[in-house]
T-cell receptor, first 114, second 117 residues
Framework: AQSVTQLGSHVSVSEGALVLLRCNYS??????LFWYVQYPNQGLQLLLK??????LVKGINGFEAEFKKSETSFHLTKPSAHMSDAAEYFC????????????FGKGITLSVRP | SAVISQKPSRDICQRGTSLTIQCQVD?????MFWYRQQPGQSLTLIAT?????????ESGFVIDKFPISRPNLTFSTLTVSNMSPEDSSIYLC??????????????FGEGSRLTVL
């Protein structure tokens, strides 16, 4: 079985500061890993994904994440936060080779202070 | 990518009633998924809807409570039956990425926010 851990429920940063949202996973097979963002009153939008190949993946809006197998982590970062980044962020995992069945973390709310 | 439309976007319902949520996709897809997002919590998969067969429900979800239809490759409905306040949630329809390669990526509709009084 697969699972995702996102510690904490809320992160607050200043505009221009580094954004770091942590995600750890467990999976019995090589995982596919995803970060989704949910803006207020909207559905989920894919930020980035890791399937195979390069472990550092770049997504939309300047976000990137690095797959670290040894640490079972897929932390999301952005060098400089913008006010428009305020949203809820979900990490998710699915098992490679299987039917698409995503398991989501509980999500973390990012606030950006002026 | 896929464009997914859900109706209604939000509704306020009375206890004991049922509500049907519609999901329309702009392209043909094999599998459609229904998720529930309860207040302050993550997304939980309710069921997978395949065209031409009964939906497959996850543990804790049953067909009598959440009947699903999948009449064709672009449309599905989820009914929330005999609602109680505990059913107040956002219900999300999603489909796999239309790339021909299964990477697990899903596209989501904007959700249907239900409030049960």
């Amino acid at each position: 079985a697969q699972s995702v851990t996102q510690l904490g429920s809320h992160v607050s940063v200043s505009e221009g500061a580094l954004v770091l949202l942590r995600c750890n996973y467990s999976s019995s097979v090589p995982p596919y890993l995803f970060w989704y963002v949910q803006y207020p009153n909207q559905g989920l939008q894919l930020l980035l994904k890791y399937t195979t190949g390069a472990t550092l993946v770049k997504g939309i809006n300047g976000f990137e994440a690095e797959f670290k197998k040894s640490e079972t982590s897929f932390h999301l970062t952005k060098p400089s936060a913008h006010m428009s980044d305020a949203a809820e962020y979900f990490c998710a995992v699915s098992e490679s080779g299987a039917n698409s069945k995503l398991t989501f973390g509980k999500g973390i709310t990012l606030s950006v202070r002026p | 990518s896929a464009v997914i439309s859900q109706k209604p976007s939000r509704d306020i319902c009375q206890r004991g009633t049922s509500l049907t949520i519609q999901c329309q996709v702009d392209s043909q897809v094999t599998m459609m998924f229904w998720y529930r997002q309860q207040p302050g919590q993550s997304l939980t998969l309710i069921a997978t809807a395949n065209q031409g067969s009964e939906a497959t429900y996850e543990s804790g979800f049953v067909i009598d409570k959440f009947p699903i239809s999948r009449p064709n490759l672009t449309f599905s409905t989820l009914t929330v039956s005999n609602m109680s306040p505990e059913d107040s949630s956002i219900y999300l329809c999603s489909v796999e990425g239309i790339t021909g390669v299964n990477t697990g990526e899903l596209f989501f509709g904007e959700g249907s926010r239900l409030t049960v009084l």
